[in-house]
């Protein structure tokens, strides 16, 4: 068989992979969503933020298929994620928020509409119902009616207890 048909073939197989790939990651997105009750919008976010990160692994692959050569192809990956990363040093806490959005999407207990107590201190608790949960913030609605939005890294890093409804 000529070459340049197995390089047709593969290519096919790695679309057919991302595309089989993309559909069950957005059916598990779209479970998590109805199941934690939480905004569709976000969903969304979420759906970019995966599909983006597959199709760079679909295309890392297909380069490799064409014959780009693994040393190439690794510098030039390389060369992309130094500046990317001397670019996020400089927004590490923008980063933090996000991978802690995503892990509080998929992990975490808590969802929109319920009550918790957060315990920053001994004498310091932050108490409220929480009313959205972000890509950067999760925000909650005090007794007092104030809202107060806390950014998902130290959500996510503090003792959290759910009130009985």
Do not use: C
């Amino acid at each position: 068989m000529n070459p340049l048909y197995i390089k047709i073939i593969e290519t096919v197989v790695v679309f057919v992979l991302y595309m089989v790939l993309r559909g069950t990651l957005y059916k598990v997105i779209e479970k998590t969503l109805s199941k934690k009750l939480i905004i569709n919008a976000r969903g969304v976010i979420i759906k970019r933020a995966m599909n983006f990160i597959l199709l760079l692994l679909s295309i890392s692959v297909i380069t490799l298929i064409w014959g780009v050569n693994q040393a190439d192809l690794a510098v030039f990956v390389g060369s992309v994620l130094a500046v990317v990363g001397v670019a996020l040093v400089a927004q590490w806490s923008l980063l933090s928020n996000v991978t802690s959005g995503i892990i509080i999407f998929f992990n975490h207990n808590v969802k929109i509409g319920d009550s918790i107590v957060i315990m920053e201190a001994k004498d310091y608790i932050i108490e409220g119902k929480v009313t959205n949960i972000g890509l950067f913030f999760t925000t909650l609605q005090t007794v007092e009616m104030e809202e107060i939005s806390l950014p998902n890294n130290i959500f996510i890093n503090k003792s959290i207890r759910k009130k009985e409804k």
